[in-house]
Structure formats: C-alpha cells, structure tokens
C-alpha cells in the first residue's frame, strides 16, 4: 500500500463473497465437485465463522481452469493439484525476483550517489604540469663504498 488506507468494502478478485451455490453456477460445476475439490485441496476458499465457504473470483476461475484441465485435457486431479502447486510456486519465485531486483537497483543506485559524493569530496588543487623531454641521457649510480 502506499500510505492511503484501503477501503473495506472495496472487491477484489481475491474477495471471498460468493456462496457454494453461486459458485457452483458461475463455474459450471455441481457444489459436490466443489465440495470435493475443497477436500482434496484444489481450490480452498475462504470460511465464515460458521464455516460455510466463501469463494472469490480467484477461485472461480481456478475451478473453470481445473474443470478444463480435467475435461479438456484427461489430467487427473492429483496432477491438476500439482500444476496448481508448481504455478503458485512459479508466481512466488517471480515475485521474490522482482523484490530483488528492485533491491539490486536501490543499492545501484546508492552506490552511485556514494561515489558521486566521494568523488565531490576530493581536492582540486591545480598542480602544475610540466612536459618532459625525452633524452638519451644515460644516468650511472655507484653506491659510496665503506671507508675502511
């Protein structure tokens, strides 16, 4: 959130509102399917203080993506749950790079700010420059011996 608070009543896709009975309508399947998807955990909505299932739009769709999965493509539910599993972990791996990355690109980005002060604080003294001549002048150096 950025500060401002959320407004209670405003619905989201995750909003748990819908009863057993609209749900099932909405997906197309009967509320024992959806019964039994709960069970075997599939898609497990939200509960009332007396229990009774509360789905969102989330779970909607995640019920018309298993039926399609089912139906559509002849996969049973225990490799429909492990397709959820593996999306569900795949967004969160996805979530956690792009955490990173905005870390990574905040440490840039004050490391830069660090050295441009660094480099602000140096002394720019003028120091005379002198160009050398190139010569073919040839230097000997004897050490001084011992007197003895």
Do not use: F
């Amino acid at each position: 959130m950025d500060g401002r608070r959320r407004n209670p009543y405003q619905l989201t896709d995750e909003t748990p509102v819908y009863v057993i009975s609209v749900a099932a309508q909405l997906s197309g399947l009967h509320p024992q399917t959806l019964r039994q998807y709960d069970r075997l955990g599939l898609v497990s909505p939200d509960r009332t203080a007396g229990r009774g299932r509360r789905y969102s739009a989330r779970d909607i769709e995640l019920l018309r993506t298993v039926q399609a999965l089912s139906q559509d493509e002849g996969i049973n539910l225990a490799g429909i749950k492990r397709i959820i599993e593996l999306e569900n972990q795949v967004a969160a791996l996805q979530q956690r790079v792009a955490e990173l990355s905005a870390a990574v690109d905040g440490a840039a980005v004050a490391m830069q700010q660090r050295e441009a002060q660094v480099h602000a604080s140096y002394r720019r003294d003028l120091v005379p420059y002198q160009d050398v001549q190139q010569t073919s002048a040839l230097v000997v150096w004897r050490p001084k011996r011992p007197q003895d």
